[in-house]
């Protein structure tokens, strides 16, 4: 028996519907791929275990002071930038992700994420003057660190730090080092301006 008429448009309804679907996949993936090559460093978020051990070691370095201005360096989906804001209501937490999709994710979540507010950028984090940060975090790689070096560092301010999760610098021995044995990157490299 031939089907009815009703029943094969909702049949090549729901085909379009999902090669359609499939095609944004492959874009989306495609894209960010392409940005992830481009950039260097693929947008794995960090851990859990170590979000908190940098948290922490905020909180003891600068012992409850209030207003601290924090940077995540290549923020990706945001979820750091989202611990950071819950963490302490006083600290402004700036973001910045070059990356056009987890830029939008992380900016969308951002938008309503009313109750810890923090903020996201789009651009080249090398691009961005450091001189009022209190911390800067990185989860990047050992070609963004050497740059982190020549471009960053000599422009914060004395008293300031920065965390490395991962990738210690070359040139310069760590003032601290965190191991966070249960996360992908076991250590977070901490320098003292
Ligand atoms: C490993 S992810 C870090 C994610 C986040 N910081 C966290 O801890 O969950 C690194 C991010 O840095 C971004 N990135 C790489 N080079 C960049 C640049 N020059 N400017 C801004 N973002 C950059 C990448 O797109 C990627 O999303």
Same mark, same amino acid.
């Given at each position: 028996?031939?089907? &009815?008429?009703? !029943? +094969? ?9 999902? &090669?359609?679907? *499939? ?7 495609? $894209?960010? $791929?392409? !940005?992830? =090559?481009? !950039?260097?460093?693929?947008? *794995?978020?960090?851990?859990? +275990? =170590? ?11 600068? *012992? ?27 600290? $402004? ?9 987890? /830029? ?5 979540? +951002?938008?309503? &994420?009313?109750?810890?507010? /923090? ?7 090398? $691009?961005?003057? *450091? ?28 008293? &300031? ?27 977070? /490299?901490? !320098?003292?301006?």
């Amino acid at each position: 028996m031939l089907p &009815s008429i009703k !029943y +094969q448009f909702f049949g090549d309804a729901i085909e379009i519907a999902l &090669s359609v679907f *499939m095609l944004c996949i492959v874009i989306l993936v495609l $894209t960010n $791929t392409i !940005y992830a =090559t481009i !950039y260097k460093v693929a947008n *794995m978020p960090s851990a859990p +275990q =170590t979000r908190h051990a940098i948290i922490k070691d905020i909180q003891n370095r600068f *012992m409850s002071r209030p207003d601290l201005l924090i940077y995540d360096l290549g923020s990706g989906w945001g979820g750091l930038c989202r611990k950071l804001a819950a963490a302490d209501p006083s600290y $402004t937490v700036k973001g910045f992700e070059i990356s056009i999709i987890p /830029y939008c994710v992380s900016k969308l979540m +951002q938008m309503v &994420s009313l109750r810890h507010p /923090y903020f996201i950028s789009r651009g080249d984090l090398f $691009t961005v003057n *450091m001189n009022d940060a209190d911390v800067v975090i990185c989860y990047l790689s050992p070609y963004h660190m050497d740059r982190v070096a020549l471009e960053i560092i000599p422009h914060m301010k004395s008293g &300031s730090i920065l965390y490395s999760q991962g990738f210690p610098l070359h040139e310069r021995k760590a003032d601290d080092v965190i191991n966070v044995p249960l996360s992908i990157e076991k250590k977070i /490299y901490r !320098y003292d301006m």
